[in-house]
Nanobody
Framework: QLQASGGGLVQAGGSLRLSCAAS????????MGWYRQAPGKQRELVAR???????NYADSVKGRFAISRDNAKNTGYLQMNSLKPEDTALYYC????????????WGQGTLVTVSS
């Protein structure tokens, strides 16, 4: 089970930090990622980090967002700086989890609203 948190309302130029914690009997977590879906648009990849720490970002957030992970806590983070109104969306975390029941898991989504 994934629990995402940290969303909220922020003014343009502000910052937020999203967290996503995995719970249960987990052996390891492979890739962690953050996706977002704005009203009327398809879900898109925002950032992803592998178990080895390699990252990739959507062009629209490069230089502003940073993804990280704490393997000891089975938690992923998304630091979002210099937020823009176009970053407004429901943000979902995703993890590929190796466990008794391995699979691709999604969090419930956390809403980020950036006002101009």
């Amino acid at each position: 089970q994934l629990q995402a948190s940290g969303g909220g309302l922020v003014q343009a130029g502000g910052s937020l930090r999203l967290s996503c914690a995995a719970s249960g009997s987990i052996f390891s977590i492979s890739t962690m990622g953050w996706y977002r879906q704005a009203p009327g648009k398809q879900r898109e990849l925002v950032a992803r980090i592998t178990s080895g720490g390699s990252t990739n970002y959507a062009d629209s957030v490069k230089g502003r967002f940073a993804i990280s992970r704490d393997n000891a806590k089975n938690t992923g983070y998304l630091q979002m700086n210099s937020l823009k109104p176009e970053d407004t969306a429901l943000y979902y975390c995703n993890m590929v989890i190796i466990a008794a029941v391995s699979g691709n898991y999604w969090g419930q989504g956390t809403l980020v609203t950036v006002s101009s």
